[in-house]
Nanobody, 116 residues
Framework: QVELVESGGGSVQPGGSLRLSCVVSGSTFGLYRMGWYRQTPGNVRLLVAEIAADDSRDYGDSVKGRFTISRENAKNTVYLQMNSLKRDDTGIYYC??????????WGQGTQVTVSS
């Protein structure tokens, strides 16, 4: 298991922006598929975005065109830039690391609240 530490959550009005960061421990970050998940009120974790070791990216349908995932291997960090935020984006966002289909760890979560 590796340690993942998220930051950057907060409260923002609809239409606003936030950037989440997740720092991962260890020396093999560059090999991981990294993902951001949002936990719903029913405690289901939905995939928001993911980025593979080769930098290929996938997004959930509800965030395409608004969110951007990126990684900086030299800093063991993955980012989630969230623009044009909507009330439905509210939730706890978790960072996830995966290697060869195996979960390497989850972050502790960071709260994002979109409200006027």
């Amino acid at each position: 298991q590796v340690e993942l530490v998220e930051s950057g959550g907060g409260s923002v009005q609809p239409g606003g922006s936030l950037r989440l960061s997740c720092v991962v421990s260890g020396s093999t970050f560059g090999l991981y598929r990294m993902g951001w998940y949002r936990q719903t009120p029913g405690n289901v974790r939905l995939l928001v975005a993911e980025i593979a070791a080769d930098d290929s990216r996938d997004y959930g349908d509800s965030v395409k065109g608004r969110f951007t995932i990126s990684r900086e291997n030299a800093k063991n960090t993955v980012y989630l830039q969230m623009n044009s935020l909507k009330r439905d984006d509210t939730g706890i966002y978790y960072c996830h690391a995966e290697l060869d289909g195996r979960t390497m760890g989850w972050g502790q979560g960071t709260q994002v609240t979109v409200s006027s």
